[in-house]
């Protein structure tokens, strides 16, 4: 079985502060595909990174940044100065082949 | 483009009523899928679909079934409503299969009395 693993039930920052959400996953495929995802007051799911497990390289998207590390199986994603608007909940993702495992989310709320 | 649209976004049942869950997406993809996310977890999939016409089990398919007769369409249904089915719903849909991008519905909120 697979898991994901986000210890982090909430954090609170105030704006402009960096924070780093963390993600831990285990699984026993050698291909699979980890994803971050933001969910807003509003309730809907959106769409930030996808990452195949053959490519370790770090991303950097605007004030996101994301760390992968096969080595110690993390996906841990950072924002920086960190803004009110960034209020969410944000969960971390493990999917491959017809299993999809979802973490329990992070709640980052940002204070202005 | 709509993307990923739910019907309804908001329904009450009593236990051992039915109903069916509508998603619709326009972006033709081919895989489908329907969630469930409870207060302070992530999302479990139920069933998903991998084309027209075919459709498999997820992780909590007890209590559901679905259907994908057109390839634009993914219906949930709940044959005899339990409380415990409350909760809210996710629709998402991806291009390739379920390790493409998904994207979701806006969900819809039911809650079984």
């Known amino acids: 079985a697979q898991k994901v693993t986000q210890a982090q039930t909430e954090i609170s920052v105030v704006e402009k502060e960096d924070v780093t959400l963390d993600c831990v996953y285990e699984?026993?495929?050698?291909?699979?595909?980890l994803f971050w995802y933001k969910q807003p007051p509003s309730g809907e799911l959106v769409f930030l990174i996808r990452?195949?497990?053959?490519?370790?390289q770090n991303e950097i998207s605007g004030r996101y940044s994301w760390n992968f590390q096969k080595s110690t199986s993390s996906f841990n994603f950072t924002i920086t100065a960190s803004q009110v608007v960034d209020s969410a909940v944000y969960f971390c993702?493990?999917?491959?082949?017809?299993?999809?495992?979802f973490g329990d989310g992070t709640t980052l709320t940002v204070k202005p | 483009n709509a993307g990923v649209t739910q019907t309804p976004k908001f329904r009450v049942l009593k236990t051992g009523q039915s109903m069916t869950l509508l998603c619709a997406q326009d972006?033709?993809?081919?895989?489908m899928y329907w969630y469930r996310q409870d207060p302070g977890m992530g999302l479990r999939l139920i069933h998903y679909?991998?084309?027209?016409?075919?459709?498999a089990k997820g992780e909590v398919p007890d209590g559901y079934n679905v259907s994908r007769l057109k390839k634009q369409n993914f219906l949930l249904g709940l044959e005899s409503a339990a409380p415990s089915q409350t909760s809210v719903y996710f629709c998402?849909?991806?291009?390739?299969?379920?390790?493409?991008?998904?994207?979701f519905g806006p969900g819809t909120r039911l809650t079984v009395l």
């Open positions: 998402a849909s991806s291009y390739w299969d379920s390790t493409d991008t998904q994207y």
């Open positions: 699984t026993r495929d050698t291909t699979y595909y």
């Open positions: 990452r195949n497990s053959f490519d370790e």
């Open positions: 993702a493990l999917i491959n082949a017809g299993k999809s495992t």
């Open positions: 972006m033709n993809h081919e895989y």
């Open positions: 679909s991998v084309g027209e016409g075919t459709t």
